[in-house]
């Protein structure tokens, strides 16, 4: 190693060439255990830079380059021209929102070097992986929220963790040899595939964590445009509360419940689409979703619950199915831009202040029979609330 065995007590410079090097002595020196190597030509940047200090980069390995993951993320300078087409390898993300990235994706959705693809998470529809490249770097599809199908025209590319991670909307992945591995859902997990396959199938499922029974716990992965996988039964409470990303959801017919707070405070979120099997739909679930304009309310709907809804200020029209009973207490309080509202024939009763302070509330007329609760339409203009102010007294609005 070039000076390396005198310079321990030193920082590692910003660039730091090392060749023809037992990498085991090098990490030995700085502390750092042989485990942490993710390969004998290839050193865990992380623990480096832990051990070094967060200004120490290193390129190393065996007579030629090698650049380390997340090396150069974050970089203002994308002039790195020289140094990025001699490398020999490329760590994930070794480039991540430099310049220099941001301009080889303006100009081809899929980023390679030499016989390496570094980044195709902008690609769309169809992906062809051309038989030239060897390696799929890490991360190199991840988030790509518009890759349906990627196709591998070479059986000899190595594939890194993490290249699929969260492309939940990819439905095939097809192999040099023509097999063809179409993915159905969460159930993926337990079928035996061929090893990108499976390493596809845990990548793209990565941001949703379950329980036994298929619930949705956890969802990671700060994913704006949610495509829920299907075989997931339920939203958990609180999952996605006070998200500050997700501006649309799309559930699948597996769901039929979501959960206590599931989405509250999602202040971006703006769309729900698929609940056409959703049977309960939990207390304040989606209350304070400011930009919350529709929400396709399924006709197996039978539960929903209090504050359902409260404070969804951009939410204009509700189609209550028929099957429900009850619209509880502030179900849909404050709601200011809400104008019409369609209730069922099954409707036995409306809680306190469910429609309170809906100040764009049309007229609407309420099944004969209906108990409505004190308050329920306070502050709203075009709905008149005169002979009944409590719970089990009847009446008809005009």
């Not at 990498?23 to 485990?35: D, N, Q």
């Not at 429900?324 to 509202?341: A, D, I, M, Q």
Request: glycine share 8%; proline share 3%.
């Amino acid at each position: 190693m070039t000076e390396g065995r005198n310079r321990k007590s030193e920082p590692l410079p910003q660039i730091y060439l090392i060749r023809d090097t037992d990498l085991t002595t090098f990490a030995y020196e700085l502390h750092i255990f042989p485990g942490d190597f993710l390969r004998e030509s290839e050193f865990n940047m992380r623990s480096l830079m832990t051990n070094t200090g967060a200004d120490s980069i290193a390129i190393m390995g065996k007579n030629h380059m090698w650049l380390s993951d997340a090396v150069f993320a974050y970089c203002s300078t994308g002039d790195l021209h020289q140094m990025i087409f001699t490398t020999e390898y490329i760590g994930a993300r070794a480039f991540h929102k430099t310049a220099w990235m941001e301009k080889r994706r303006a100009e081809s959705p899929m980023v390679t070097v030499n016989h390496m693809l570094l980044d195709g998470s902008c690609c769309r529809g169809e992906v062809v992986v051309p038989e030239d490249i060897r390696l799929v770097c890490g991360w190199a599809f991840a988030g790509g929220l518009g890759i349906e199908k990627i196709r591998f025209l070479s059986d000899r590319v190595r594939v890194e963790s993490y290249a699929f991670r969260n492309c939940i909307f990819l439905k095939e992945l097809v192999l040099a040899d023509g097999t063809s591995v179409v993915f159905k859902g969460i159930s993926d997990r337990k079928k035996e595939l061929p090893p990108v396959a499976e390493q596809a199938v845990w990548d793209r499922l990565n941001c949703f964590k379950t329980d036994e029974n298929d619930v949705l716990t956890e969802c990671t992965g700060n994913i704006s445009r949610l495509l829920v996988a299907e075989g997931i039964t339920a939203i958990g409470d609180g999952v996605f509360q006070d998200g500050n990303l997700l501006t649309e959801v799309i559930l699948p017919r597996t769901v039929t419940s979501i959960g206590r707070n599931s989405f509250a405070g999602c202040k971006w979120l703006q769309r729900v689409y698929g609940a056409e099997h959703v049977r309960i739909i939990g207390t304040r679930a989606f209350s304070g979703c400011g930009s919350l304009e529709a929400v396709e309310l399924a006709e197996s709907l039978r539960e929903i619950g209090l504050g359902a809804f409260e404070n969804c200020t951009s939410l204009r029209e509700i189609v209550v199915p028929e099957g429900v009973e009850e619209l509880p207490e502030r179900v849909f309080f404050r709601c200011r831009s809400l104008r019409k509202v369609r209730l069922p024939s099954t409707l036995k009763r409306i809680g306190r202040e469910a429609f309170a302070f809906c100040g764009s509330l049309e007229a609407l007329t309420i099944p004969e029979g209906v108990a409505v609760g004190e308050r329920a339409f306070v502050g709203t203009v075009n709905v008149r609330q005169e002979t009944a102010t409590n719970i089990g007294e009847n009446y008809a609005i005009p």
